[in-house]
């Protein structure tokens, strides 16, 4: 079974400044999917960014940015130019693709929980 | 709007009665999912199920029961077999679609249960 593990209970960063989370997992599958979900207090999941694993180009959608490194089985997500609507517990999380073991079935870390100081 | 509807938002039930937590979709999804999410921690699968009259349990099914009798729709009971009900429900669903793998969730149920 795969695991995903985020090792950072609570993390903190101040407005306008670069923060990254970090995330790793473990597999044996070659082809998967990851996944950042944000949940703010509202306690909605939002998806922020998603990757899948046989691209090797890292995702980008504007202040959000991962970085993949697929052999050290690791997905970290950058936050640039943080804002105060940034604040929420962040999730890992990862798929099979299909054929895997756990396809259509999404396995989530613990979540980190990032607070901005204006 | 297409989305995902969950009712209500927060349910309260004595303890020894059966509930039934609402999830509705109107995004053409064919999967669907129960999630469940308690203070801390991460969100763990409870059912899934992948098109209509079929469903799967997910890491943490005892205590629950689903059914699938129709596209748009995939209610939870939390029976009283669970033995800690209170926790956050949470819903979503997801398209076969390979090009949009990723899955989407509802606002979520809080259930008390005392």
């Known amino acids: 079974a795969q695991t995903v593990t985020q090792s950072q209970p609570e993390m903190s960063v101040q407005e306008a400044e670069t923060v990254t989370l970090s995330c790793t997992y473990d597999t044996s599958e070659s082809d998967y999917y990851l996944f950042w979900y944000k949940q703010p207090p509202s306690r909605q999941m939002i998806l922020v960014i998603r990757?899948?694993?046989?691209?090797?180009q890292n995702a980008t959608e504007n202040r959000f940015s991962v970085n993949f490194q697929k052999a050290a089985k690791s997905f970290s997500l950058k936050i640039s130019d943080s804002q105060l609507g940034d604040a929420a517990m962040y999730f890992c999380?990862?798929?099979?693709?299909?054929?895997?073991?756990?396809?259509?079935?999404?396995?989530f870390g613990q979540g980190t929980i990032l607070t901005v100081h204006p | 709007d297409g989305g995902i509807t969950q009712s209500p938002k927060y349910l309260f039930r004595k303890e020894g009665q059966n509930v039934t937590l609402s999830c509705e979709q109107n995004?053409?999804?064919?999967?669907m999912y129960w999630y469940r999410q308690d203070p801390g921690q991460g969100l763990r699968l409870i059912y899934y199920s992948q098109i209509v009259n079929d469903f799967q349990k997910g890491d943490i099914a005892e205590g629950y029961s689903v059914s699938r009798e129709k596209k748009e729709s995939f209610p939870l009971t939390v029976t009283s077999a669970q033995k800690n009900p209170t926790a956050f429900y949470l819903c979503a669903s997801r398209t076969h679609d390979r090009k949009h793998y990723e899955q989407y969730f509802g606002p979520g149920t809080r259930l008390t249960v005392t």
């Open positions: 999380a990862y798929r099979s693709a299909p054929g895997g073991t756990s396809y259509g079935k999404l396995t």
């Open positions: 990757q899948e694993a046989y691209k090797q």
């Open positions: 995004l053409n999804h064919d999967a």
